[in-house]
T-cell receptor, first 110, second 113 residues
Framework: TQLLEQSPQFLSIQEGENLTVYCNSSSVFSSLQWYRQEPGEGPVLLVTVVTGGEVKKLKRLTFQFGDARKDSSLHITAAQTGDTGLYLCAGYNNDYKLSFGAGTTVTVRA | GAGVSQSPSNKVTEKGKDVELRCDPISGHTALYWYRQSLGQGLEFLIYFQGNSAPDKSGLPSDRFSAERTGGSVSTLTIQRTQQEDSAVYLC???????????FGPGTRLLVL
């Protein structure tokens, strides 16, 4: 059983469309992180959110942390083919162990 | 500067053989982590090191798995008597200190036939 549930598992959209990926848990996290992983590589950190209700923007990516610090979302505006990849959310609920969701595979078609 | 490196990048072995996977963390990073990523799954925490000590080994799937870190740098993950269910990508990450940003290596893809 995953501590963090991500949805959807797969997402395929046309270039220029918007998309949202969700990360939910019944546990409270001190912080949540979003990573992107491309084939043959390790995950790369995109953002860390630490405050309930926090919204962070990174160019066309918007990250939100739920008020209760149990859930988060990633929204991509006007997706580009370069946004294709596996998006992973991860959270700390103790000092050192980072728990990962199963990931959302995003494919942006040209 | 150099990132986290792992070797080998790919490993094919026969069931029952032992394998050693190596991780070279970023220089100066005191914390080092091993994860396993199976197809369609997220990353599963295996073990972490603070310096050369491994305070938490509870993520290791069985006593066939062991890991060590020497000189506060290189780490080796050893899997004895490999089984087909051990097939996965093994990822290593390091951070300056615990709970700081983790930087991942490219992983070792292990296939047990």
């Amino acid at each position: 059983t995953q501590l963090l549930e991500q949805s959807p598992q797969f997402l395929s959209i046309q270039e220029g469309e918007n998309l949202t990926v969700y990360c939910n848990s019944s546990s409270v996290f001190s912080s949540l992180q979003w990573y992107r992983q491309e084939p043959g590589e390790g995950p790369v950190l995109l953002v860390t959110v630490v405050t309930g209700g926090e919204v962070k923007k990174l160019k066309r990516l918007t990250f939100q942390f739920g008020d209760a610090r149990k859930d988060s979302s990633l929204h991509i505006t006007a997706a580009q083919t370069g946004d294709t990849g596996l998006y992973l959310c991860a959270g700390y609920n103790n000092d050192y162990k980072l728990s990962f969701g199963a990931g959302t595979t995003v494919t942006v078609r040209a | 500067g150099a990132g986290v490196s792992q070797s080998p990048s790919n490993k094919v072995t026969e069931k029952g053989k032992d394998v050693e996977l190596r991780c070279d963390p970023i220089s100066g990073h005191t914390a080092l982590y091993w994860y396993r990523q199976s197809l369609g799954q997220g990353l599963e925490f295996l073990i972490y090191f603070q310096g050369n000590s491994a305070p938490d080994k509870s993520g290791l799937p069985s006593d066939r798995f062991s890991a060590e870190r020497t000189g506060g740098s290189v780490s080796t993950l050893t899997i004895q008597r490999t089984q087909q269910e051990d097939s996965a990508v093994y990822l290593c990450a390091s951070s300056m200190r615990v709970q700081e940003t983790q930087y991942f290596g490219p992983g070792t893809r292990l296939l047990v036939l």
